[in-house]
């Protein structure tokens, strides 16, 4: 080793940042794609949180939206792949059955955010209230379909697999390993950071988006131009039932080929706070999601790759399950310190009712 | 005021009329839930692929019914698992009075439950009168620990709790894992486990595990019930709920409620998992976890975040936990129909307005009244009082 690295690392406490740091140079790059793809359903979750919240619109059942369209996704897959058959395709091993079941789960994503914008919209109920009351019915409902339907040990309609760009790419020094992080990957992942560029543009540049941030700023002076608040928030809570949609696709359909109970483990709220830090933004969203999930991957890579040195002897000391907390520690953390000043849209979470012409 | 009975005993019709005007919505939802869960079990036949039966709902319902009631040992479990829901119940129904929605109460339940474990098998050679209230103590603070822990980052911090209680959940889920297949583990087995909790463990009053945390339950639906209407203390607590500006002008501290009351809460889903491992399990495996936290949740808003409301709500879906069983090996029907039916009674009462609008129903109290303040500091606004 270089002598000089030799001295810095010997330094106490400061050497094991240098430590740190040098560990993470050396295994970011590898671990790259892993990062983006953990990234991937929180992302998607912040999405569906941004479009609905920038309506006015709260929405915690986010998570449930996910477990129940990986459910269905999933559970279609089983009933299709049987008759639908077919060798997967060259190009992410796309069969008939695995598309249909990726539009049934998307689907299933907005029916669920459907109910939760009539609870929220038309019937005007407490938001978090409908939301939570969606996560617990999901929950409930996923895993009472899954204990008849696990029986049978069924096999799904198999899962997306990842695009193999060409090692000449991958071996470029220096932005190699980048161009790997995002070509690597299989279509949900990637169509993520299409859908991210997108949806900034779109949110800050066009007429839905100026729209939708007028109904979730002050909805009353939307309503008096002529904006129709109502349909506005059903749309873009229906729009973020797609986002949690292809979250809970990613799920069952991308990330593994079968459903369990509570996969989603806690990714929907994961993505509310990813949310909250990256400002209500898709981009800053996405860069807070990509925060959380490289903890998750550098806490995988440690059990895997244990650092060596002083550095190693430490981290290697705590349990694992510490690594297992590690990013839902990190989220809370982040969040606290972010939070008060990060500002919510101004009628977030507030029912709109016109008033009566008098 | 005007009205007749105002004054002296009130008149039969007008009790009973205050009595269906409170209890409308929730048992008309159950009803409906039934309902809704007797469609489901039709359907459930379609994907097992089972001969059509006409009367497998009602056999699966009366089999639950059985389960929960059938005999003097089913009657006393189904106690037993009522008790650490309204324990948990009255955590988030005091969470809801202060304007706070602990979703937090799995990971404050498995704190406690931790808690009182660790303590308990120190003290497992005591005699159970140190013992029991040393381990009953420690799973209370732990558990409160659990809940000062997201009341306080929303009082600093403005973080709203629905997202730190779910983190803080899934973080109690690891420690549990990590302190007993860690410093807990009693190391005889390859699957971790701790040592009996001795003589720390609760007495058995009542048949089989009719233990001493249903006693306990009932006392802190009296506590509950005493804080919040009988003291200062809890005045502030409804006042911080109903209105936080009114609160700070009439000199109060809402941000020392609104810590206080997190803790309390906590405590209370601490409480329930401490007799849960102290009364049923008496030790603890790595793998330990509940449902009680979101249950919970189900009975505050069923019980309109009434802490006598609590019992009778805990009671409905103990009783479901306790029969289900039962349904399952009879009818043949996942235990998990339970959550199914919990989630359909929630969303029905969510749904209120729809329901009192189709039923024609008049005078009836809406489902969710306790909760309409909840979303209000969503987003930290809370750090500008």
């Not at chain 2, 005591?126 to 009341?151: E, K, Q, S, T, Y």
């Not at chain 2, 998990?336 to 009674?345: F, G, H, M, S």
Request: some cysteine; hydrophobic content about 55%.
């Amino acid at each position: 080793m270089d002598p000089l690295i030799q001295a810095l690392y010997s330094i106490p406490v400061a050497g094991l940042v240098f430590q740190l740091g040098g560990y993470l140079i050396a295994v970011v790059p590898g671990i790259s794609p892993i990062i983006l793809q953990a990234a991937t359903p929180i992302a998607l979750a912040a999405l569906c949180g941004v479009v609905c919240e920038r309506s006015g619109v709260v929405n915690i059942g986010i998570e449930g939206t996910m477990i129940g369209a990986a459910f269905v996704g999933w559970y279609v897959g089983v009933l299709l792949a049987p008759s639908l058959g077919g060798s997967p395709s060259a190009l992410f091993g796309v069969t008939p059955a695995l598309l249909i079941a990726f539009g049934v789960a998307v689907l299933t994503g907005v029916l669920i955010a459907t109910l939760h914008a009539w609870l929220s919209i038309s019937v005007r109920a407490d938001q978090i209230i409908a939301g939570t009351i969606i996560n617990i019915a999901a929950f409930g409902v996923t895993g009472y379909l899954d204990n008849l339907v696990a029986r049978g040990s069924p096999v799904g309609a198999g899962a997306f697999t990842q695009f193999n760009p060409p090692r000449e790419l991958a071996g470029i020094p220096v932005f190699g390993w980048i161009l790997n992080m995002f070509l690597n990957q299989g279509p949900i992942v990637m169509s993520l950071i299409v859908i991210v560029v997108v949806l900034q543009v779109m949110l800050f540049r066009s007429r839905w988006g100026l729209r939708t941030r007028a109904v979730g700023e002050h909805p009353k002076a939307a309503d008096t131009v002529g904006i129709d608040v109502i349909r506005v928030r059903y749309r873009n809570v229906m729009l973020g039932g797609v986002f949690a949609g292809l979250a809970g696709a990613y799920l069952s359909m991308e990330a593994t080929n079968s459903f369990q109970q509570g996969m989603t483990a806690g990714r929907g709220f994961i993505g509310l706070a990813a949310m909250i830090v990256g400002r209500w933004s898709p981009v800053g969203a996405l860069g807070a999601a990509l925060l959380f999930s490289s903890t998750t991957a550098i806490g995988q890579s440690i059990s895997i790759f244990p650092p060596s040195g002083q550095l190693g002897e430490i981290l290697g000391s705590l349990p694992g399950q510490f690594y297992d907390a590690l990013p839902y520690i990190v989220t809370i953390i982040v969040l606290a310190g972010v939070v008060g000043r990060s500002t919510p849209p101004a009628a977030d979470g507030l029912p709109y009712e016109r008033e009566a012409t008098t | 005021m005007s009205e007749g009975g105002a004054r002296g005993i009130p008149s039969m019709g007008r009790l009973l009329r205050d009595a269906w005007s409170v209890l409308a919505l929730p048992l008309i939802s159950i009803v409906l839930a039934l309902v809704v869960g007797a469609a489901i079990i039709y359907g459930s036949q379609l994907i097992t692929g089972q001969p059509f039966t006409i009367g497998l709902p009602l056999e699966a319902y009366a089999a639950l019914t059985q389960g929960a009631f059938g005999s003097f040992n089913a009657v006393v479990n189904t106690a037993a698992v009522t008790a650490p829901l309204i324990l948990g119940g009255l955590s988030v129904a005091l969470a809801f009075k202060a304007g706070l929605f602990n979703i937090g109460g799995q990971g404050q339940f498995l704190l406690g439950a931790l808690g009182a474990v660790a303590v308990g098998v120190s003290f497992k050679s005591a005699p159970p009168f140190v013992a029991i209230p040393l381990a009953l103590g420690a799973g209370m603070l732990a558990g409160a620990a659990w809940g000062f822990i997201p009341g306080a980052l929303k009082a600093m911090s403005g973080a709203h709790e629905v997202v730190t209680t779910i983190m803080l959940n899934y973080i109690a889920i690891g420690l549990v894992a990590a302190m007993v297949s860690g410093p807990l583990d009693l190391g005889t087995s390859p699957n971790p486990i701790t040592d009996d909790v001795g003589n720390a463990a609760l007495p058995v009053l009542l048949g089989r595990n009719g233990h001493l945390g249903i006693v306990l339950a009932l006392a802190a639906v009296t506590a509950v019930w005493w804080l919040l209407s009988r003291t200062t203390r809890g005045f502030e607590i409804r006042i911080v709920g109903a209105n936080p500006d009114a609160a700070r002008y009439a000199g109060m501290r809402p941000r020392f409620v609104l810590i206080l009351t997190m803790s309390l809460a906590g405590l209370l889903a601490g409480l329930a998992g401490a007799t849960v491992v102290l009364g049923v399990t008496r030790n603890m495996t790595a793998s330990f976890n509940t449902s009680v936290g979101f249950d919970s949740i189900a009975v505050a808003l069923l019980a309109r975040s009434n802490p006598v409301g609590v019992v009778f709500a805990a009671l409905l879906f103990g009783a479901m936990r306790g029969g289900a069983p039962l349904m399952q090996i009879k009818a043949g029907i996942p235990v998990e129909l339970v959550d199914v039916l919990q989630a359909t009674i929630l969303l029905l009462l969510a749904a209120d307005r729809i329901i009192r609008h189709a039923l024609r129903l008049r005078g009836v109290r809406g489902g969710m009244a306790s909760t309409e303040t909840i979303t209000r500091t969503y987003g930290g606004d809370v750090t500008a009082n």
